[in-house]
């Protein structure tokens, strides 16, 4: 009997500490499987990337400071890279998911990404950031939630609701490829889904019969988080529930001074989240509507986005016109005051347990300005290509990050300009020289006559304006410095600016692009490469075990070392657990 409370006492000893050594921060782990699958969104039979089968893929729920394990199997016929939209990958730019920073995953192999969703909170998503792929899908949301402890400033909703939008054409994402590639433009979308499907049949005329559409089921008197993204090809989209306000709290990772909306712009790579009271009568269902912004209504009519929001006691379908989008179309004044009056909640904690306001972002010293124009398309060495500042990025083969690694000379230059370029447009892999702990102001000109989206990866960064015209030095006049919010995408309307602040306090190289995809993928992006001269796993996680080679380094790649996920999660803690079974088994034989 002696024993066997002596084995007990040690099984309980074991356990205290096998539960102190997996305490500190849980790993959340999901299983990604990418393929493709035969959806009809729009009516038409096409090839759409799938995860898990699903179109869109799962939603990775997370709180912050979770680690976040994602064992991607890539079953597509062409290599894949997942990236985190918003998503700060903290001191980690080796799990970022773009070319510049990682070897792509080869058709048939398994890759895992490992990462900590460090003092972030918000509505993210990811998608396929290679080969025009996010325009066949791939793409789902990524909460991070707050941790217990630290207050949200709302009450806790109801329920937690995604939404995607997109702009969508019926042609396969190679087929679209091959049409820039072949220096033609892309031509008007065929619709805009919701949730992977086609429009609600609101018009005989414009929608026809057969079409699959999303309904959303809600509780009468509940408030619900409704998260919107546009992860659309090239189309901002005005989001908006019949009869319903919109009460704007979040968007990319900041809490907003609340305001209510009838409806909100949604530009290519944003998202917002509104806490939505399903305060109305349930005579019917209601119409979801993302409807194409900035253009020909008359011609751009079919290309709408329409879901149902049903009440449990709802008695009929929805009917009637869908509610009206803003009466501006070609009129962008209504839109760049509806984005200036998004502002950040100063007196909301953040992900960590101080106001976000607390960092004076208006009274810092900017050491670096970077102005960064761009043009419609234009032709360089007899192929339609983008532009920033004059310089059409090419990918390199060997991605910067790791060229930096390994020491590999001639991958990049560190030579992009502050200023655009007063000559001949050019096509290199020219990159921004980021200072560690610098302050860095970025004027976004857009040339174009287009609407125009910009992300950074690796970073929330500070919108502190916007206008139309030319930036000058005396712009900055018109800055706000106290609570412009900080996010990771911002539009840049034609024939106008906007400026950025940021913070380069995390090492790495990251992306900085149009988010629109077909000006992405002709050449309109850079990269800011941010190294602490002081090399220390302090301010960067080392290379992790698993990095893919490529490029000059291809030789290094080996077959077999391409694992699966559990393997290399944590092998720290697993030998820990494999130590302690060995002495508790020794224990056993003692006794």
């Known amino acids: 009997m002696a024993s066997s409370g002596f084995l007990g006492l040690s099984l309980i000893h074991i356990a205290l500490l096998l539960s102190f050594c997996f305490a500190e921060d849980p790993f959340v782990h999901f299983d990604f499987?990418?393929?493709?699958?035969?959806?009809?969104?729009?009516?038409?039979?096409?090839?759409?990337?799938?995860?898990?089968?699903?179109?869109p893929g799962p939603v990775v729920n997370a709180t912050t400071n979770n680690n976040v394990v994602v064992n991607v199997r890539n079953k597509l016929d062409e290599n894949l890279l997942i990236t985190w939209s918003g998503i700060q990958q903290r001191r980690s730019s080796w799990q970022d998911g773009v070319p510049g920073t990682n070897c792509p995953i080869p058709p048939k192999w398994n890759w895992t990404y490992q990462f900590q969703v460090k003092d972030q909170i918000g509505s993210f998503f990811y998608f396929p950031s290679l080969n025009f792929q996010r325009a066949a899908g791939g793409y789902?949301?990524?909460?991070?939630?707050?941790?217990?402890?630290?207050?949200?400033?709302?009450?806790?909703?109801?329920?937690?609701?995604?939404?995607?939008?997109?702009?969508?054409?019926?042609?396969?994402?190679?087929?679209?490829?091959?049409?820039?590639?072949?220096?033609?433009?892309?031509?008007?979308?065929?619709?805009?889904?919701?949730?992977?499907?086609?429009?609600?049949?609101y018009n005989t005329t414009l929608v026809p019969e057969g079409i699959d559409y999303e309904t959303i089921d809600v509780q009468p008197g509940k408030t619900y988080r409704i998260r919107v993204h546009n992860v659309g090809v090239s189309t901002s989209l005005n989001f908006r529930i019949q009869n319903h306000n919109l009460l704007l709290a979040e968007t990319e990772g900041s809490y907003t001074v609340q305001q209510n909306y009838t409806s909100l712009d949604i530009h290519v790579g944003q998202s917002y989240s509104f806490l939505v009271t399903m305060d109305q009568n349930a005579s019917t269902d209601y119409y979801i509507v993302a409807s194409a912004?900035?253009?020909?209504?008359?011609?751009?009519?079919?290309?709408?986005?329409?879901?149902i929001l049903r009440y449990s006691n709802s008695k009929g379908k929805a009917s009637g016109p869908l509610p009206d989008p803003p009466n501006d179309e070609?009129?962008?004044t209504f839109s760049m005051n509806q984005a200036r009056s998004i502002r950040w909640n100063v007196s909301a904690s953040g992900a960590r347990p101080n106001p976000q306001g607390s960092f004076r972002y208006g009274s810092i010293n900017v050491t670096d300005v970077y102005v960064l124009k761009n043009k419609p398309p234009v032709t360089i060495d007899g192929?339609?290509?983008?532009?920033?500042?004059?310089?059409?990025?090419?990918?390199?083969?060997?991605?910067?990050?790791?060229?930096?690694?390994?020491?590999?000379?001639?991958?990049?230059?560190?030579?992009f300009p502050k200023t655009p370029l007063t000559g001949s447009p050019r096509m290199e892999?020219?990159?921004?020289?980021?200072?560690?702990?610098?302050f860095m102001e970025v004027i976004l000109q857009n040339n174009?006559?287009?609407?125009?989206?910009?992300?950074?990866?690796?970073?929330?960064?500070?919108?502190?304006?916007?206008?139309?015209?030319?930036?000058?030095?005396n712009s900055r006049g018109t800055y706000n410095k106290w609570d412009g919010i900080a996010r990771s995408t911002t539009q840049v309307f034609p024939g106008a600016w906007t400026a950025i602040l940021i913070s380069l306090d995390n090492?790495?190289?990251?992306?900085?692009?149009?988010?629109?995809?077909?000006?992405?993928?002709?050449?309109?992006?850079?990269?800011?490469?941010?190294?602490?001269?002081?090399?220390?796993?302090?301010t960067e996680l080392p290379m992790p075990d698993n990095a893919l080679f490529c490029g000059a380094l291809s030789k290094m790649q080996k077959p077999q070392d391409i694992t699966s996920s559990t393997t290399s999660i944590s092998g720290s803690k697993l030998s820990i657990f494999f130590t302690l079974l060995m002495i508790y088994a020794a224990i056993s034989t003692f006794h």
Request: glycine fraction near 10%; charge should be positive; hydrophobic fraction near 35%.
């Open 33 to 55: 499987e990418v393929s493709y699958i035969t959806a009809s969104p729009l009516g038409v039979p096409q090839q759409v990337i799938a995860i898990n089968g699903k179109f």
């Open 140 to 201: 789902g949301g990524f909460i991070i939630n707050n941790r217990a402890i630290i207050p949200i400033p709302f009450a806790t909703p109801d329920g937690d609701i995604t939404i995607m939008i997109g702009d969508w054409y019926t042609k396969n994402h190679t087929d679209l490829r091959k049409t820039l590639n072949g220096g033609k433009e892309l031509g008007m979308p065929n619709g805009v889904l919701i949730n992977g499907k086609g429009p609600y049949r």
């Open 293 to 307: 912004r900035f253009v020909n209504e008359s011609l751009w009519k079919r290309v709408t986005g329409v879901a």
């Open 330 to 332: 070609f009129d962008k």
């Open 383 to 415: 192929k339609m290509r983008t532009t920033l500042s004059g310089i059409s990025f090419v990918n390199p083969t060997t991605p910067i990050r790791l060229a930096d690694q390994f020491k590999v000379k001639g991958v990049y230059k560190l030579d």
């Open 429 to 438: 892999t020219s990159v921004i020289n980021g200072t560690y702990r610098g």
């Open 448 to 473: 174009d006559t287009k609407m125009q989206s910009y992300h950074m990866n690796g970073y929330a960064f500070f919108v502190v304006g916007m206008d139309y015209g030319e930036w000058t030095e």
């Open 507 to 538: 090492v790495g190289v990251w992306n900085l692009r149009a988010e629109n995809l077909d000006s992405w993928h002709l050449g309109q992006e850079t990269y800011v490469r941010v190294v602490n001269p002081e090399a220390t796993n302090k």
